[in-house]
């Protein structure tokens, strides 16, 4: 069975820090790229990070640059989001997606829109709260 899996959500304090993880299993996570996407009550699913295949790309909306990084372990079949001085707008659902390799101009590189990912992970909840 191919399916991603998130983990590490939970409660965190405003100014806070989580490290969200992406395990894969049925399949190996270095043929893609992926990428962490959020759902608040409410309103769209949004990109929030991304990492090439390689590694050797990464993508920040820019609400959490400076903040969220994103890494990868392809030894592990896992990608992680360490995310640091949480905001209570951080609070959301956290996806993560497996999108196949493209290339532009010769080099991979990842993407943040939702639309044609290969696999998706269930969601790891991240309240952020005082």
């Known amino acids: 069975q191919l399916q991603l899996v998130e983990s590490g959500g939970g409660l965190v304090q405003p100014g806070g820090s989580l490290r969200l993880s992406c395990a894969a299993s049925?399949?190996?996570?270095?043929?893609?790229?992926i990428a962490w996407f959020r759902q608040a009550p409410g309103k769209e699913r949004e990109g929030v990070s991304c990492?090439?295949?390689?590694?050797?790309?990464?993508n920040y909306a820019d609400s959490v640059k400076g903040r969220f990084t994103i890494s990868r372990d392809n030894a592990k079949n896992t990608v992680y989001l360490q995310m640091n001085s949480l905001k209570p707008e951080d609070t959301a659902v956290y996806y993560c997606?497996?999108?196949?390799?493209?290339?532009?101009?010769?080099?991979?590189?990842?993407?943040?829109?939702?639309?044609?990912?290969?696999?998706w992970g269930k969601g790891t909840l991240v309240t952020v709260s005082s």
């Open positions: 997606a497996a999108d196949s390799p493209r290339k532009y101009s010769g080099s991979y590189y990842c993407r943040l829109e939702k639309n044609g990912m290969d696999y």
């Open positions: 049925g399949f190996t996570l270095d043929y893609y790229a």
């Open positions: 990492i090439s295949n390689s590694g050797g790309i990464t």
